[in-house]
Nanobody
Framework: QVQLVESGGGLVQAGDSLRLSCAAS????????MGWFRQAPGKERAFVAA????????THSISVRGRFTISRDNAKKMLYLQMNNLIPEDTAVYYC???????????????????WGQGTQVTVSS
């Protein structure tokens, strides 16, 4: 089973960009579908984006579509989330997650993911 560690969060101003990274170790990264979720204070964990095992398919939530892009590099065992034109509503802890059952079809449900990272804080000031 893979282990996941996120990095790249921070405090930025509205309109700025950030790239989150998720490093995988152990397991076979390329066999997992991957996703990004976020959780703001007092709110439930929300889907952000997902990517199939080979990066051939991606999907993004409506709230981030056109601003965020998920990608992966299987050779480096890395998952990324490029976030552009950030707004204060993007403030949250961001988690990467892996699913062995939905590596091809992808899933937006956090209950379908088997492995989670510890999260990285993103704060966007207005």
């Amino acid at each position: 089973q893979v282990q996941l560690v996120e990095s790249g969060g921070g405090l930025v101003q509205a309109g700025d960009s950030l790239r989150l990274s998720c490093a995988a170790s152990g397991g076979t990264f390329s066999t997992y579908g991957m996703g990004w979720f976020r959780q703001a204070p007092g709110k439930e964990r929300a889907f952000v984006a997902a990517i199939s095992w080979n990066g051939g398919k991606t999907t993004h939530s409506i709230s981030v579509r056109g601003r965020f892009t998920i990608s992966r590099d299987n050779a480096k065992k890395m998952l990324y989330l490029q976030m552009n034109n950030l707004i204060p509503e993007d403030t949250a802890v961001y988690y990467c997650a892996a699913t062995s059952r939905y590596s091809v079809t992808m899933t937006m449900s956090f209950t379908d993911y088997d492995v989670w990272g510890q999260g990285t804080q993103v704060t966007v000031s207005s």
